[in-house]
């Protein structure tokens, strides 16, 4: 129950396109979900994150949706850009606590 | 404003060896975490401490084990170590335990055993 499920595992996109991540979760006392962008040899770096009583967030390029009901959110990219190939995990925690990862996602974004 | 540092970078042990790995976390955080991170995977939680305390703990065998300094610093020691425990450690600052409070990475410490 403390699983999260992420997909796909790798995504390629064309420079300018939409770059979509979805995350699905099954305990529902989660009650914060982050995403994180993490580069080849480097610790994941906080890109956005959002609480269940928000329905999306948007910080420039990057927005959440969310959708508590169906227990599901995603990570949009708008405009996609080359710098933006890495690996992205999505995650969730409940009251402070651990970190729960999906299993990440390899984008690559074609010049 | 510096952020979590980790040392060593890059270590490598022979399988039955133990290991310390050291984390500052960033300034104004006082709750640090671990993780573990095998090739090709997500973080894995291993344990939190807050005021030197172990407040939760992951699914890691006793092998695994930690102390937090009353600067915030923490270290991670490793017993007995295995071919398997060769992994990218983490270690997450943030301040204070509750949920939503952003939640900081380090690089991490490359560990290899062979």
């Known amino acids: 129950q403390q699983q999260v499920k992420q997909s796909p595992q790798s995504l390629i996109v064309q420079k300018g396109g939409i770059s979509i991540i979805n995350c699905a979760y099954e305990?529902?006392?989660?009650?914060?979900f982050p995403w994180y962008q993490q580069f080849p040899g480097k610790g994941p770096a906080l890109l956005i994150a959002?609480?269940?009583?928000?329905s999306e967030k948007k910080e420039g390029r990057f927005t959440i949706s969310f959708n508590k009901s169906a227990k599901q959110f995603s990570l949009h990219i708008m405009d996609s850009q080359p710098g933006d190939s890495a690996t992205y995990f999505c995650?969730?925690?409940?009251?402070?606590?651990?970190?729960?990862f999906g299993s990440g996602t390899q984008l690559t974004v074609l010049p | 404003d510096a952020g979590v540092t980790q040392s060593p970078t890059h270590l490598i042990k022979t399988r039955g060896q133990q290991v310390t790995l050291r984390c500052s976390p960033k300034?104004?955080?006082?709750?640090v975490s671990w993780y573990q991170q095998a090739l090709g995977q997500g973080p894995q939680f291993i344990f939190q401490?807050?005021?030197?305390?172990?407040?939760q703990r992951g699914n890691f065998p006793d092998r695994f084990s930690g102390h937090q300094f009353p600067n915030y610093s923490s270290e991670l020691n490793v017993n007995a170590l295995l071919l398997g425990d060769s992994a990218l450690y983490l270690c997450?600052?943030?301040?204070?335990?509750?949920?939503?409070?952003?939640?900081?990475f380090g690089e991490g410490s490359w560990l290899t055993v062979v």
């Open positions: 959002i609480r269940p009583d928000v």
């Open positions: 305990n529902t006392a989660f009650d914060y």
């Open positions: 995650a969730a925690s409940l009251n402070g606590r651990q970190l729960t």
């Open positions: 997450a600052s943030s301040p204070g335990p509750l949920s939503g409070n952003t939640i900081y």
């Open positions: 401490y807050y005021e030197e305390e172990e407040r």
């Open positions: 300034s104004g955080h006082d709750t």
